[in-house]
Nanobody, 124 residues
Framework: QVQLAESGGGLVQAGGSLRLACEASIRAFGSKAMGWFRQAPGKEREIIATIGWNGSRIRYTDSVKGRFTISRDNAKSTVYLLMNDLTPEDTAVYYC?????????????????WGQGTQVTVSS
């Protein structure tokens, strides 16, 4: 059974930082692309960052480039999202997801396995 467990969310002031972690219980984690997504109230879920199976093919959505960093530790079956210089517009539920593919074309429908999400709230 596949399980993805996000952690590290919380309340932070604007300009602050958070580091999210997603520990995966999934067969062959090291061969799967991973991604971080978020969904704000009343908005569609959006892709934030993705990373290929070996840490290559890293992509970010424009709104987080230069502020967020995705990384992975295949030995720990964990993917991370370091978020710096947070703004109130970053407030959302953040999800990690796994793809059955080694790399993706950055489309949400390429990710088949999802965590329950962790709330990130940025106060002004």
């Amino acid at each position: 059974q596949v399980q993805l467990a996000e952690s590290g969310g919380g309340l932070v002031q604007a300009g602050g930082s958070l580091r999210l972690a997603c520990e995966a219980s999934i067969r062959a984690f090291g061969s799967k692309a991973m991604g971080w997504f978020r969904q704000a109230p009343g908005k569609e879920r959006e892709i934030i960052a993705t990373i290929g199976w070996n840490g290559s093919r890293i992509r970010y959505t424009d709104s987080v480039k230069g502020r967020f960093t995705i990384s992975r530790d295949n030995a720990k079956s964990t993917v991370y999202l370091l978020m710096n210089d947070l703004t109130p517009e970053d407030t959302a539920v953040y999800y990690c997801a796994a793809s059955p593919f080694t790399v993706t074309s950055n489309r949400i429908n390429e990710f088949h396995y999802w965590g329950q999400g962790t709330q990130v709230t940025v106060s002004s």
